[in-house]
């Protein structure tokens, strides 16, 4: 049986009571190693940067800067740093700009530990992962019902949510990435979704891929 990549993760939240607990948790699995942990927004960017981490755990609010500034700060440093929002805040316009800041995923303070971790490896192997607790937060409000997504569309959402990027998938595909692009732009629309993550997400919860 192949050895489980070990997963080295960053904890960025302003209570120490809540890193301490983290860091308990994830001592649980012996796969994962936390490799740093930031009081605050400035901080997380500042360890982001020299540790390079495989994932950095997220809050929202912080003082001073706060989880969205920082996750867009460690996404302009570090473009391939992969960031799990962690927060105590379900609010659809949250989880919006905390997704469309850079973030991979997003999951609630409150899911169980099972939950966290397999947050965390998705978002280690490149994968998108919201809380299932989130998903009806992600559509509310967002009109009526969607368009059936083609074969196509569905095919390419399906390797967006497997980490892929246009290039791979238009490679896998033996298509342009141009082509790619514009069947993207098509998705979003008929899910009325403002990001690729967005929209996987919606396709998730809708059973529209696996």
Known sequence: MAETPEITVLLADDHEVVREGLRLALLRSPHIRVVGEAPDGETAVSLAERRLPDVIVMDLRMPGMDGIEATEEIMRRVPDAKVLIFTAYSERALLQRGLESGARGYILKEAPHETLLRAIEKVAAGETFVDPALMSALTQARGGGTDVLTAREREILQLLADGMSNADA?????????????????????????????????????????
Request: proline share 0%; hydrophobic share 50%.
């Open 170 to 210: 238009a490679a896998q595909l033996f298509i342009s990435q141009e082509t790619v692009k514009s069947h993207v732009r098509h998705i979003l629309t008929k899910l009325e979704a403002d990001t690729r993550t967005q929209a996987v997400a919606i396709a998730l919860r809708d059973a529209m891929i696996d």
